[in-house]
Structures are given as C-alpha cells and as structure tokens.
C-alpha cells in the first residue's frame, strides 16, 4: 500500500468501526474526530454550497487549472486533524466550479526535498498543454526549497497521479544566493517572455523587507535566479503567495497569464503574512528589465490606495486563468472565527469563497470581482419585492427563502446628501464601521440583517454609511460580526473599507451569499467583497432570519431586492 491509500483509508476503515461501536484500532486522535463528525449537533456551521472537504484542516488553494474541460483545485490540507499539520495537496475536480469531486491526495511527502510537507504552489500549462506543478517542499534540514511535479498520464483527464522531478529541488537557499531557508515559498504560475524564457515569482524577505524573487528558465527544470526581485516593498515583512498577472485594460475577459502587450496591465498580488490579508498593486510590466512598477506602491499599506481583494476573513488566494471560458478565476481561502478548541470539536477548519471572476475596473484604479455565474445555477424560491423606500428605523423581513442558505441582491438609490454626517478627516474605515450600526445616523447605516434570531438577540448587518467628504458622498461598506452569536469565544472583528461608488449617479448595490456560517458581501457590483465567519447559537437553519433594515434618520429607497434559497451544493461527498 503506498502512502497515500494508507492516508485516505485509513479514516474509513475507522469510521466504519466507529458505526459499529468497534473503534478499536483507531488512534486516538482520528478517533475524535470522527466521533464530532458523527454528531449532527456539531455539524451546524458545515456550508452547503462554499467549499470544503468532508472534514480536517484545510488553508490555501493551490495550482488550480483547467485540463481537458475539468476544473482542479489542489488545497493545503492535514488528513490528520482539524487543525494545521501534516500537511498534503488533496485534489478534487469540477465542471462548473460549484459542485466537487475528491480525488486522492496528488502530491504527498515521498523525496528528501519534501519529507518535512509540500506546501503552497502553483499550475503552469507548458508546450504542448502539458500541466506542471512548482511547489514548495520542506526538506530534511526543515528549509523550504522549490520542487516540480507532472501528471502520470496526460490521457487522464483527472490527472490523478502526479510523479516528482528527480531533479529536484529545482531552487533551494544557498550561501550564495543569501535567501533566508525558513522565508523562501509559494511560487507562482509562469509566464513567457518574447525571449523564450519562462519566468515565476517566489515570496520571500530580508529583514522586514518583503520580496518577489525572480527565477528564469528555459526548459522549466533549470531555473536562475535574476539579480533583482521583480519587486519588493520595505516594512511589508513575508510575503507570502504571491500572484502575478495581465488584465485588459478594458473589458472583463480575461487573459492569459504570458499576455504581454498595449492591451494589458498587471496585478501583483502578495498575501502579507504580518498581516494576514491579501493586497494587491496595479501597475506596468516592462518585460525586458523584468521590473513591475505599481502605480500606487506599499508605502503605506493602511493608506486608501493600497487595495486588497477582500475586507474579511481572506488569505492565500490564487488566481488562474480559465481559457475554456476566457476568465480569469480567484479563489481564496477563509479561516475559521472560532476557538481552535470549536475547531477541534466540530472536526474541521477551513472553506474557500465562491470561485469569483476578476478584471479591471473601467477607472482602471482597481480590479472588479464577482462569483461565476454557475453558482446561479443553485438558485431557487426567487423571491422579489417591488421598489420602496424604507424609513429611517425599518425594518423589512424577506420571507420565503432558506435564509441561513441564501442568495441576496439588494440596489439602493441615494438622490442627495443633505442628511449625511460630515467626515473631516480620513478615519480608518474598519474602525468607523465598528462604530456604526450601533448608532442612528443620517445616512445609514442601511443593508442587510443576515442570521438575525427572533427578536434580534443574535445578528449579522452588512451595511453603508454614507458620509460628506469635502462636499462629496463618501461610502462606507462594513460587515458587522459584534452581535453574530451569543458564543463570545469567537472572532467578532468588525469588517469594512471605503467603496467608489458615486452613489449621486448610480445605484448602491449589496449582494450576499449566506451559508451557515459565512457570508461572502460584494458591494458596489463587486468593487468592494467582505467575508465573515460567524456562528450563530439561536439564528441556525431555519431559525435564521434575513431582513432588510435601514437605521439612519434619513429614508433610503430600495430599487431592486431579489433573494434565492440556494440548494446544497456536491462538496466533495461525505465519508
Ligand atoms: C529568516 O526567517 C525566519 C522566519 O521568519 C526568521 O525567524 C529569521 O530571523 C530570518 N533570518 C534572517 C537571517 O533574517
Ligand atoms: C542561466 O545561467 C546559465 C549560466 O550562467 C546560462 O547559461 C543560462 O542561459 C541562464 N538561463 C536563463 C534562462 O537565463
Ligand atoms: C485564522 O483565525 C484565527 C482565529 O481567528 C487567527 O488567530 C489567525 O490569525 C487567522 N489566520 C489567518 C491566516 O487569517
Ligand atoms: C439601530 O440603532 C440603535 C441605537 O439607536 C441600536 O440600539 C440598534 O441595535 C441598531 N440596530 C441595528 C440593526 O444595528
């Protein structure tokens, strides 16, 4: 048997003595956690239609890809528990993004350059659609060091074997090169140059700097690295899965990532480690100095011109480039808010977002996100309520869905400012919105009430605000967790950032996807995304309640509200 049957049968041959009362092989640890996912109380918090595997630990997205018509998602995953450990590259394929199949794990410790765990990487679609995996191997010495990975057999359209490179570690720390061995992973997907060359990015630091190194290479195996990282940020520390791509300037197609040309601007993603959220610059590739000039640069990471791709729970994220329906997709990993000792409890940790489709903005200021339509394919009770203005201190229960498993798309129609409080001064907005929706206003707050209990001892508001901003309406798009549930030991962070939207000239809209414990917010048609985890104790399944409120002084007018139950999506089955 090799390692990786062992890894996956062995859990369910314990779950089936389990069943029969006869656990008697099983360790303790494997034990336990098949005990809380064998007890339904447990289970309320388990989406239904946002990633995840039937239960352990899970973190990053890794290499996704299309092949053959198939989508494959790779993720960090511990087969050992429900919290970070032992860790493999699980593997489950798709054909819509929506529902999941799980395969074996595709890339398990077994060289000495990845004994001690293979960790965070990346696809690339080499000549002749052959798909190659980089990815990070802790090898014996405990450095991190960067391995590749084939598929067995190009007529699998599963891909469901995956055979290690001899050759490796194809790039490792040397005395020479100076990279710190403990801050040296996650490369991303290649890209060619009009020379020929393939180039990839590794995160890396020195000191508290944070680095893109730049390897080059002209087969894919040989790799050099350049003199100068492709970009690096002082202050910014590790930065970790970094992204690097095209977008068109206009349009929302995407591209793929060796597009090079007049057409085209590029997004360099890192997610920070010292701060555990991913920011992204925009800015211009020049090929043949290998150097990426943002626009707007990492001076200040708290500053308005630095972006990120949500202002929630959000990490590691990953895009790629889906050819069969010229997209670019993200995806991106959302940690749990409860207590390890929660985690460890209800045997799991860890979902992805809705895979979201990303371009450019037409102001070109800012990159656009939005969940592949094929989620709407879960769509069901639509529910639709005519044009009205809703009072200063209403509030609108929307009945007839699921909504504890929900779709919801609301527009707002804000005609003056007159009533919006003055902002004199630039505030940071997550702490504003902390001190928002506990308060009358003049402009909102106004949005949503999303796992509300009966009589509203437990609720979630995703909301605005809208201020005057040196004459203008400046808003405020928060996610507000601080009365999620009556189980404090939780993370109740209140989320939020400013949004561009000129709410004089256009419509102010919030779409939220609900799912048990995670509501994923776009406002503003996707220009701004905020994602919470929240564990309702009284607002579960069918206890939970969704209104539409308005707790401002000044009416709001709600053009449009449509709402769906959504139907469980397939997620990886059930063991
Ligand atoms: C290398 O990185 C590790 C992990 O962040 C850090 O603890 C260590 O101080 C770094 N070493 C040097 C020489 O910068
Ligand atoms: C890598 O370095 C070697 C030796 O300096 C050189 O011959 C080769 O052309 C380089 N390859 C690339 C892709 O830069
Ligand atoms: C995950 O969540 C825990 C608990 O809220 C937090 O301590 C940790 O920093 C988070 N990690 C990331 C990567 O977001
Ligand atoms: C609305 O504001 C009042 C205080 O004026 C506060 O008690 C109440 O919780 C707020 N409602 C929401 C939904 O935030």
């Known amino acids: 048997m090799n390692i990786f049957s062992t890894i996956w049968l062995l859990p369910l041959f314990t779950f089936i003595f389990v069943n029969d009362i006869l656990p008697i092989e099983a360790t303790h640890h494997v034990y336990r956690n098949l005990q809380s996912s064998d007890d339904s109380t447990d289970q309320l918090y388990r989406t239904a239609y946002h990633f995840q595997p039937p239960k352990n630990w899970i973190n990053d997205p890794n290499g996704p890809l299309i092949y053959k018509g198939l989508y494959h998602l790779f993720y960090q995953y511990n087969p050992k528990g429900a919290v970070w450990g032992n860790i493999v590259w699980a593997h489950s394929i798709s054909t819509d993004l929506v529902n999941w199949t799980p395969l074996d794990p595709a890339i398990f410790p077994s060289q000495p350059s990845d004994v001690n765990g293979c960790w965070s990487g990346s696809a690339t679609i080499l000549h002749g659609n052959k798909p190659a995996i980089l990815y990070t191997g802790i090898n014996k010495f405990n450095h991190q060091v960067q391995n590749i990975a084939y598929p067995k057999n190009l007529n699998d359209p599963f891909l469901r074997e995956w055979i290690k490179s001899p050759k490796n570690p194809l790039m490792e720390p040397t005395i020479e090169n100076k990279i710190n061995a403990s801050s040296f992973r996650d490369p991303t997907t290649g ?299 939780n993370d109740l962070t209140t989320y939020g950032t400013f949004i561009d939207v000129d709410v004089l000239r256009e419509k102010l809209s919030l779409r939220s996807l609900i799912d048990h414990s995670v509501v994923e917010s776009f406002g503003g048609e996707g220009r701004a995304s905020i994602t919470a985890r929240v564990y309702p104790t009284l607002a579960i399944n069918d206890k939970a309640l969704l209104y539409a409120f308005n707790n401002g002084t000044a009416g709001v007018k709600i053009t449009s509200l449509n709402a769906w139950s959504m139907k469980k999506a397939q997620l990886n089955g059930k063991l």
């Not at 555990?276 to 011109?305: A, Q, R």
């Not at 979902?351 to 094929?374: C, D, M």
């Not at 308060?439 to 605005?464: H, I, Q, Y």
């Not at 808003?475 to 189980?487: A, E, G, K, P």
């Open 191 to 489: 890209w060619l140059g009009k020379d020929g060359h393939w180039r990839i990015l590794v995160g890396s630091k020195r000191n508290t700097r944070g680095v893109a190194i730049l390897y080059k290479s002209k087969d894919f195996i040989n790799w050099n690295k350049s003199k100068h990282p492709l970009h690096s940020a002082k202050g910014t520390g590790m930065w970790e899965c970094p992204d690097f791509f095209p977008v068109l300037k206009i349009g929302k197609f995407g591209v793929d990532t060796s597009s090079n040309n007049d057409d085209v601007r590029h997004v360099l993603k890192v997610s920070l480690d010292d701060k555990k959220h991913d920011y992204y610059l925009i800015g211009s590739y020049n090929e043949g100095k290998d150097k990426f000039t943002p626009d707007h640069g990492f001076e200040e990471v708290s500053s308005e011109h630095v972006l990120r791709y949500d202002y929630g729970k959000y990490y590691a994220s990953k895009t790629f480039f889906d050819y069969g329906k010229n997209r670019r997709i993200l995806l991106g990993w959302v940690n749990e808010s409860s207590s390890v000792a929660d985690d460890i409890k209800k045997g799991w940790s860890g979902i992805h977002t809705i895979p979201r489709a990303i371009w450019l903005h037409k102001s070109g200021k800012q990159l656009v996100q939005w969940p592949v339509l094929e989620l709407e394919k879960l769509r069901l009770n639509h529910v639709n309520l005519p044009a009205k203005v809703l009072k200063g201190g209403e509030l609108l229960q929307i009945n007839g869905i699921t909504a504890a498993q929900a779709d919801v798309e609301i527009s707002f129609e804000v005609n003056n400012i007159r009533d919006a409080e003055v902002l004199d001064k630039w505030t940071d907005p997550q702490i504003l919105c902390s001190q928002s929706s506990s308060r009358k206003n003049g402009l909102g707050p106004f949005g949503l009430l999303v796992f509300a209990s009966k009589g509203l001892k437990e609720f979630t508001s995703v909301f605005f605000r809208i201020f005057k901003h040196q004459q203008k309406p400046l808003v405020l798009f928060c996610s507000d967790q601080s009365r999620s549930s009556l189980n404090k030991d």
